[in-house]
T-cell receptor
Framework: RKEVEQDPGPFNVPEGATVAFNCTYS??????FFWYRQDCRKEPKLLMS???SGNEDGRFTAQLNRASQYISLLIRDSKLSDSATYLC?????????????FGQGTILTVHP | NAGVMQNPRHLVRRRGQEARLRCSPM?????VYWYRQLPEEGLKFMVY????????ESGMPKERFSAEFPKEGPSILRIQQVVRGDSAAYFC????????????FGPGTRLTVT
């Protein structure tokens, strides 16, 4: 089983649509959770950290369920500029707290 | 506030040569991480360093690869006797603290081994 598994995608949605990505992780010792986006093999850019209480940043909402080891990202009112690969990222926890483990990514294409 | 800086952005080496990749963390950040992204694959952790110390090198290949973060100057990822399989994008990230910290990535160095 992969350490971080994401929806395979790709997702193709029209502008204005709402789209949700899911992710599961296998390491119960993980302490920190993030969503990054990556454009055309450029560097990953931090989108948001994910907290147990859930958090929202504008059109983006992230949720974490520690019991199920499940993370989600909801994007409302999609824009063309949201087209990217979305990476679910989890830290290894324990003595490997600095190590981030990346999912394979889900490709999102928003079309006019 | 300048972000994480990496150089060179592109590096071409022949098989058997050495590759040196440099990373300057964001101002105020003392924790540096190196990741590798092979073609068509996800990012994989290589090493985590603080000034003058290697904290976690569990992702480093056992041979030919080394990393340092000296007291002065950038962090260096060194690959000796490169092979074609080393061709990849190498990303450096930095954070202000270690535990549960958000990591910010540099633009990467694309290494091509011919």
């Amino acid at each position: 089983r992969k350490e971080v598994e994401q929806d395979p995608g790709p997702f193709n949605v029209p502008e204005g649509a709402t789209v949700a990505f899911n992710c599961t992780y296998s390491n119960s010792a993980s302490q920190s959770f993030f969503w990054y986006r990556q454009d055309c093999r450029k560097e990953p850019k931090l989108l948001m950290s994910v907290y147990s209480s859930g958090n929202e940043d504008g059109r983006f909402t992230a949720q974490l369920n520690r019991a199920s080891q499940y993370i989600s990202l909801l994007i409302r009112d999609s824009k063309l500029s949201d087209s990217a690969t979305y990476l679910c990222v989890v830290n290894a926890g324990g003595t490997s707290y600095g190590k981030l483990t990346f999912g394979q990514g889900t490709i999102l294409t928003v079309h006019p | 506030n300048a972000g994480v800086m990496q150089n060179p952005r592109h590096l071409v080496r022949r098989r058997g040569q050495e590759a040196r990749l440099r990373c300057s963390p964001m101002k105020g950040h003392s924790h540096v991480y190196w990741y590798r992204q092979l073609p068509e694959e996800g990012l994989k952790f290589m090493v985590y360093l603080q000034k003058e110390n290697i904290i976690d090198e569990s992702g480093m290949p056992k041979e030919r690869f080394s990393a340092e973060f000296p007291k002065e100057g950038p962090s260096i990822l060194r690959i000796q006797q490169v092979v074609r399989g080393d061709s990849a994008a190498y990303f450096c990230a930095s954070s202000p603290t270690g535990i549960q910290a958000e990591q910010y990535f540099g633009p990467g160095t694309r290494l091509t081994v011919t």
